[in-house]
C-alpha cells in the first residue's frame, strides 16, 4: 500500500509540475499534458495511483491558477480520465494499445470540458488538433521511459 501512495503521489508531483508547461488559451483555461502523468502510473502501478495522482493534480490546479470555473472543471476532469484509465487498464490488450487509448480517452475528456467551457464545439475541436500530436508524441515518449 506504501508503494501504491509513493507512486500516486510521485505522479501526482509530475502532473503539477507539467502543468508549470502550459499553454494558455484565456485568462483562466490552460491546456497541458498533466494527463500523462495519470495515465502511465494507471497502466504500471493501477487505479489506486492514478486517483491519488489526479487528486493532487486536481488541487494543484486550483492552487496554481486560482478557483474558477475553468480550474474547478479542469479539476473534475483530471479524476473523471483517472477513473476511465482504471477501466480501460483492465481491457486485454498490449500495454502499448491501452496506453495510447487511455491517451485518446483523455484527449476526448479535454474536448468535452473546453466544448462545455467554450460552448463552440469548433473551438473546442481546433484546440485538440493543435494538441493531438503533442499528446501522441509525448506520449510515446513516456511509454518509452516508463517501459
Given at each position: 500500500?506504501?508503494?501504491?501512495i509513493?507512486?500516486?503521489?510521485?505522479?501526482?508531483?509530475?502532473?503539477?509540475?507539467?502543468?508549470?508547461?502550459?499553454?494558455?488559451?484565456?485568462?483562466?483555461i490552460?491546456?497541458?499534458l498533466?494527463f500523462?502523468?495519470?495515465?502511465?502510473?494507471?497502466?504500471?502501478?493501477?487505479?489506486?495511483?492514478?486517483?491519488?495522482?489526479a487528486?493532487?493534480?486536481?488541487?494543484?490546479?486550483?492552487?496554481?491558477?486560482?478557483?474558477?470555473?475553468?480550474?474547478?472543471?479542469?479539476?473534475?476532469?483530471?479524476?473523471?480520465m483517472?477513473?476511465?484509465?482504471g477501466?480501460?487498464?483492465?481491457?486485454?490488450?498490449?500495454?502499448?494499445?491501452?496506453?495510447?487509448?487511455?491517451?485518446?480517452?483523455?484527449?476526448?475528456c479535454?474536448f468535452?470540458?473546453?466544448?462545455?467551457?467554450?460552448k463552440?464545439?469548433?473551438?473546442?475541436?481546433?484546440?485538440?488538433?493543435?494538441l493531438?500530436?503533442?499528446?501522441?508524441?509525448?506520449?510515446?515518449?513516456?511509454?518509452?521511459?516508463?517501459?
Amino acid at each position: 500500500m506504501y508503494r501504491l501512495i509513493y507512486y500516486g503521489c510521485s505522479y501526482g508531483l509530475l502532473g503539477s509540475i507539467l502543468m508549470i508547461y502550459t499553454i494558455k488559451i484565456d485568462s483562466t483555461i490552460i491546456l497541458d499534458l498533466r494527463f500523462l502523468a495519470v495515465t502511465i502510473v494507471c497502466l504500471y502501478a493501477g487505479m489506486v495511483p492514478a486517483i491519488i495522482a489526479a487528486c493532487i493534480i486536481g488541487v494543484m490546479r486550483l492552487l496554481l491558477f486560482g478557483i474558477t470555473a475553468s480550474g474547478i472543471i479542469g479539476a473534475a476532469t483530471i479524476i473523471v480520465m483517472a477513473l476511465l484509465s482504471g477501466w480501460t487498464v483492465r481491457l486485454p490488450y498490449r500495454p502499448f494499445i491501452r496506453f495510447q487509448l487511455m491517451n485518446s480517452i483523455s484527449l476526448l475528456c479535454v474536448f468535452f470540458s473546453l466544448s462545455f467551457l467554450f460552448k463552440d464545439i469548433k473551438h473546442a475541436a481546433t484546440i485538440i488538433i493543435y494538441l493531438l500530436p503533442a499528446s501522441f508524441i509525448g506520449g510515446c515518449l513516456v511509454y518509452l521511459v516508463g517501459r
